[in-house]
């Protein structure tokens, strides 16, 4: 079991915006769908250890995001939808600082850097574009050794080189056991994407969707 999900909720304030009684994946790439607000971001954050909540998210059948959080946030990558970093910051130092926490091993940073085109190494977060940002926040969520990788809205903002290079290291980490969950709002379907299952998030839960 690669991620195992129970009795999760998540609220802001009052309004509850997630009740899990019980999600379970194995290996493979996972198709998380859902309206506008229907609270995907907030679930990826919350599988990703960056928001508090109630309830158990366990990885790899091992590691207990309460229990061990270190070795649980080493092992779960997360691309935001809209990344916001701060304006001083250079893509370069971004990259250098998530290796080394996610002990990302040699050479890996300036394969991803290859990969996505990513060529403002030294310029700061404040006069990238909006596509090199997103291309630099799906390059740090390749760092390390990942056993889930949540891209959230991966395709916004990339130009089609960037896109094809996206599709071609998610196939890449996949056959080398990384496990995947993406929210998009555009199909994969011509990507040459194998997803295994695809889910709906809707009235605050994750259901199966079978003819997609
Ligand atoms: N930090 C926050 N504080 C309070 N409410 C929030 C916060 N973040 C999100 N929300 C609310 O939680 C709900 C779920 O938002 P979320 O961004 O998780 O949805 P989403 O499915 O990712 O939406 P979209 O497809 O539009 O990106 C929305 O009603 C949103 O307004």
């Not at 926040?137 to 996206?166: H, M, N, Q, Y």
């Amino acid at each position: 079991m690669t991620l195992r999900i129970r009795d999760l909720h998540q609220r802001y304030g009052d309004l509850e915006i997630l009740s899990i009684a019980s999600w379970e994946i194995g290996e493979g790439i996972f198709w998380i769908q859902g309206e506008n607000g229907a609270g995907k971001s907030t679930l990826f954050r919350t599988i990703a250890g960056m928001l508090p909540y109630t309830g158990s998210l366990v990885l790899d059948g091992l590691y207990d995001l309460k229990k061990h959080p270190v070795d649980f946030r080493l092992r779960i990558n997360l691309g935001e939808a809209e990344p916001l970093y701060p304006s001083f910051l250079t893509p370069g130092d971004l990259i250098s600082f998530v290796a080394e926490a996610k002990k990302s091993p040699a050479g890996q940073s300036e394969m991803l850097i290859d990969a996505l085109g990513i060529n403002y190494l030294q310029t700061p977060f404040g006069s990238c574009s909006s596509g090199m940002v997103k291309k630099v926040s799906l390059a740090v969520s390749f760092l390390g050794k990942p056993s889930v990788i949540i891209l959230d809205e991966p395709l916004i903002t990339i130009d089609r080189e960037a896109r094809a290079a996206l599709f071609a290291l998610i196939r890449e980490y996949r056959a080398d056991g990384a496990t995947f969950l993406l929210s998009s709002h555009e199909a994969f379907r011509d990507e040459g994407l194998d997803v295994t299952e695809t889910f709906v998030l809707k009235n605050k839960t994750l259901s199966a969707v079978w003819d997609v």
